[in-house]
């Protein structure tokens, strides 16, 4: 998708989104029964409304973007700042092995996960 609005009003399973660029992605709700959520993206503004009480795998990749999460607790974390750019990987909430899977490479743009 180049240059368009996705909103996804109640997310239940799984969002793959791959080579999506100068678009906006809102996913309004994600029920707890979630599994997937991963982006590859370009010069986008991503929102998530994930429920701040689950637990899920954690993958970011990000390049010139604004992260609005500053304060994201991840257990077993790792980090890695450069000028420009982040990556952060780790379990968030207090559960693991849930199966439950968050991966966001972005380029440009902004990300949100708890719809901030």
Same mark, same amino acid.
């Given at each position: 998708?180049? %240059? ?38 370009? %010069? ?15 993958? %970011?990749?990000?390049? %010139? ?52």
């Amino acid at each position: 998708m180049k %240059y368009g609005t996705l909103n996804i009003n109640s997310l239940t399973n799984s969002c793959v989104l791959r080579s999506f660029s100068h678009s906006t992605i809102i996913i309004d709700e994600v029920l707890p029964s979630f599994t997937n959520i991963s982006f590859l993206s370009s %010069y986008s503004n991503i929102k998530v409304n994930i429920p701040q009480d689950q637990s899920f795998n954690f993958d %970011y990749s990000g390049k %010139y973007t604004d992260f609005k999460d500053k304060s994201i607790k991840l257990n077993d974390a790792t980090f890695e700042a450069g000028s420009n750019s982040i990556l952060m990987t780790g379990i968030y909430g207090s559960q693991r092995n849930t199966g439950k899977t968050v991966k966001i490479d972005a380029t440009f743009g902004s990300v949100s996960l708890f719809g901030k």
